[in-house]
């Protein structure tokens, strides 16, 4: 303990240089932590879904629609509780600069199947009874300015024409992974103004039990195989993580810059550590020869090359928790529920260790072998 | 009087060790940034080159994408029989009036993943119309029977795409009868078949798309004000180049921003890397810079001559990133494009240009890295130093 002013000096002797070092060990765990959420994000997204939550669509594709008539013959299914429908509506916003994700639901079924979405009670009954209502996320309200009782215009993209909804409720989610950037309005008013074409996008199906889901799953589309329109159900699982997997590889490219990235500043940063245990080599020599062991000098290097890599951690890790916290980051809407997650903090720890045993040894170990003799001729 | 270059050079190879770590760090920054935006390119030329600029790409009014239009028959009849549209050497116009559709498709290195492919159904014309498509393998499939030419990209990537073999979508079996290629565009992710076979299986008696050449390659904007003010149909026409380079505008907006804003914190990081080494080094020969400005060299010449030291291990930093990022060059990925939701396969694209952005962008991290401690060497103290 008694040496802990010895390391303090140390470092601050070139003040400069330990703020870069500790500046590049942070930029470079900072990185590192935002591109492991990028991928934590994405496998969090794919593990989504109630485990009672079915989703049907049409087995030719997910743009194909099903025929809403379905609704009642799914309901008939064993083991099924509820059934609610959904279309997907791609309504642009504006310029359509900012993209989110908008969708015509049943709306009585569908909040009663989600009970991740959360209105104010008030809110929820004026949706509910306004055929023209939306409910929206609540990052719509401070992305675009909106309020409460507000009309709204979309263009449709897939539905021509202007469509006009007015903000009746405003939502929260509880999991971060439905996001907080969705539009959603009345099927209802959908269908009457498409010209009552019955058509919905998907189904979602509540069920009994979990450990049905594979036999449910099968028998709806068994009901539907000969039909002009069959089914393709899975858990709601499997259907995000579709989506998911859509991304192709990018999990994998991230995964790959992040170790070049923690790689090249480990490189880096051990080259400024190496170099200036070297130009101490006389320092140490005196050191040994007042009588400090070869043990201690061992420790005292190592614990300056610690302090240096764990600071460096501590404010790389610590600031990407916080920044993506206070800004609400959510990758244009494509990484919702961005969060740098324990098990990133931690991985980011070990690798501040790994910086720490790389860059400190090396000259630890220099230190602690180093000949008096031969150290002490060179000092002037 | 300027300090020979081979002063630095010499200085370097002193200390290969740690020139060594700091190049290959400043390596790494480089290497990722060519990937990153090789991988940029490679997404935006493969929609660049889909369009062609002498094309127009009729869509329903308001459709931002292929997917989200809808056109009816007569509309078709119609565009067909416009003065704007050019003849093929058959006295025929080259119109290709197309459903466009998505189809889940099982991948082949891991069949619990589904790809979302385009399957676009064309008329005969579509062929000539759309110039850069040219049949490798096989032949074209006839019409009125359920034939299907499968892009180049698709081949590798998803089973039963082989000629002879049948392919299984939309409820029916498809005879895969040719492969197709289309200089590395988006096209080459795509099935094609005839659109009078793919309407019935799929959305019924609606086109999603009427592509056709222009009778005069100039005269695009009198096209498209005759179709768009045509009162017998609400349509949107777009040059095809724009069109797909468009498409490729998310994405290739995302992927840009991803390249510079990983590539400039890891540049940032790797510059004060390079100054601390700078600095330990400028410290362990303050000696011998002392010495120079004692025989008569200008701190100016010392201040470049530093400055010339830094660049050069930038620069063979430079050329490693170079070297590491080469051997991606071609190797195809696929991603989802989101504007369309269609899976594109396309490859990383490692141009010159490329390289030499990233030997300029190491240099300049190198100069940067190097300026403050080089202006510290300039105005050492002789008098200090070589006491």
């Avoid at chain 2, 078709?76 to 080259?94: C, E, F, K, Q, Y």
């Avoid at chain 2, 040219?134 to 000629?163: D, H, M, W, Y």
């Avoid at chain 2, 793919?198 to 592509?211: K, L, S």
């Avoid at chain 2, 907006?253 to 100054?275: D, R």
Wanted: glycine fraction near 8%; aromatic fraction near 10%.
């Amino acid at each position: 303990m008694k040496y802990i002013p010895l390391v303090v000096a140390n470092l601050l002797r070139h003040r400069l240089r330990t703020l870069l070092t500790i500046a590049s060990v942070a930029l470079a765990l900072f990185l590192f932590a935002s591109l492991r959420t990028v991928v934590t994000t994405l496998a969090a997204t794919a593990q989504f879904g109630g485990a009672s939550r079915l989703v049907s669509t049409n087995a030719t594709g997910i743009v194909f629609p099903l025929p809403i008539a379905y609704a009642n013959r799914l309901k008939a299914v064993p083991g099924v509780q509820g059934v609610s429908w959904a279309n997907w509506f791609g309504g642009r916003y504006g310029d359509g600069k900012r993209f989110f994700a908008n969708f015509a639901v049943d709306p009585e079924s569908y909040l009663a199947m989600y009970p991740e979405i959360v209105i104010p009670p008030d809110q929820k009954e004026a949706f509910l009874h306004d055929r023209s209502a939306a409910l929206i996320g609540k990052r719509l309200l401070t992305q675009f300015g909106w309020k409460l009782g507000q009309n709204v215009t979309l263009q449709g993209t897939i539905f021509p024409g202007d469509w006009t909804f007015t903000i009746r409720a405003v939502y929260t989610p509880t999991d971060p992974v439905i996001g907080d950037d969705v539009l959603i309005f009345h099927h209802a008013m959908f269908d009457e103004r498409i010209g009552r074409a019955g058509i919905a996008g998907w189904f979602i199906v509540q069920i009994d039990n979990p450990d049905h889901a594979p036999a449910i799953a099968k028998s709806i589309d068994d009901l539907f195989r000969n039909s002009s329109a069959p089914t393709k159900t899975g858990t709601e699982r499997e259907f995000q993580a579709s989506f998911a997997t859509m991304w192709g590889n990018v999990s994998l490219l991230m995964g790959t810059i992040g170790i070049a990235v923690v790689f090249a500043i480990l490189l880096v940063t051990a080259n400024a550590m190496m170099m200036s245990a070297r130009e101490r080599t006389g320092e140490v020599a005196v050191l040994k020869t007042i009588g400090f062991s070869d043990r201690k000098l061992f420790t005292l290097v190592m614990v300056e090359a610690g302090v240096l890599a764990l600071s460096g951690a501590a404010i790389g890790l610590g600031g990407a928790k916080l920044l993506y916290k206070a800004t609400n980051f959510n990758g244009l809407g494509f990484l919702p529920g961005f969060n740098v997650t324990s098990a990133t903090l931690l991985l980011g720890a070990g690798v501040a260790i790994a910086l720490m045993l790389a860059s400190g040894l090396v000259p630890a170990m220099r230190a602690a072998r180093l000949s008096v003799v031969q150290a002490l001729r060179h000092v002037e | 009087m300027k300090i020979p270059i081979l002063y630095n050079v010499r200085s370097v190879m002193q200390r290969p060790f740690s020139t060594a770590l700091t190049a290959l760090g400043v390596g790494l920054v480089v290497a990722v940034f060519i990937g990153m935006l090789a991988l940029a390119n490679g997404f935006r030329v493969a929609l660049a080159r889909t369009g062609s600029a002498a094309n127009v790409l009729v869509l329903r009014k308001g459709a931002d994408s292929e997917l989200s239009s809808g056109l009816p028959r007569d509309v078709a009849s119609m565009i067909g029989a416009s003065p704007h549209v050019a003849t093929g050497p058959d006295g025929r116009p080259l119109v290709s009036a197309e459903v466009y559709v998505l189809v889940p498709l099982h991948k082949s290195f891991d069949t619990t993943q589904v790809a979302n492919v385009v399957a676009r159904g064309v008329s005969d014309q579509a062929w000539t119309v759309r110039s850069n498509v040219k049949v490798v393998a096989g032949q074209r499939p006839a019409s009125g029977r359920a034939e299907i030419c499968v892009g180049q990209r698709l081949t590798s990537r998803f089973p039963n795409t082989g000629i002879g073999e049948t392919l299984r979508f939309a409820g029916r079996d498809w005879t895969v009868t040719c492969h197709f290629t289309a200089a590395g565009s988006a096209f080459e992710s795509e099935i094609w078949g005839e659109n009078e076979q793919f309407m019935p299986v799929f959305r019924g008696e609606v086109f999603q798309t009427i592509t056709f050449r222009l009778k005069d390659a100039a005269a695009f904007d009198e096209a498209k004000r005759a179709l768009e003010d045509d009162r017998r149909m609400t349509v949107d026409a777009h040059r095809e180049s724009e069109f797909y380079a468009q498409q490729s505008q998310l994405l290739g907006l995302i992927l840009g921003y991803l390249a510079w804003g990983i590539t400039s914190i890891m540049a940032v990081g790797a510059v004060f890397g390079a100054i601390n080494t700078m600095y330990a080094a400028i410290a362990a020969r303050s000696a011998e810079i002392a010495v120079l400005l004692t025989i008569g060299f200008k701190p100016f010449s010392i201040l470049t001559s530093f400055l010339v030291e830094s660049a050069i291990i930038a620069a063979v930093g430079g050329v490693v990133g170079c070297l590491l990022a080469l051997p991606i060059n071609g190797i195809v990925t696929s991603t989802t494009n989101w504007a369309s939701f269609s899976e594109i396969a396309f490859s990383f694209r490692v141009t010159p240009m490329l390289l030499l952005s990233g030997l300029i962008f190491a240099v300049v991290m190198g100069v940067v890295g190097g300026f403050f401690p080089a202006l510290r060497a300039a105005r050492l103290q002789v008098i200090q130093a070589l006491r």
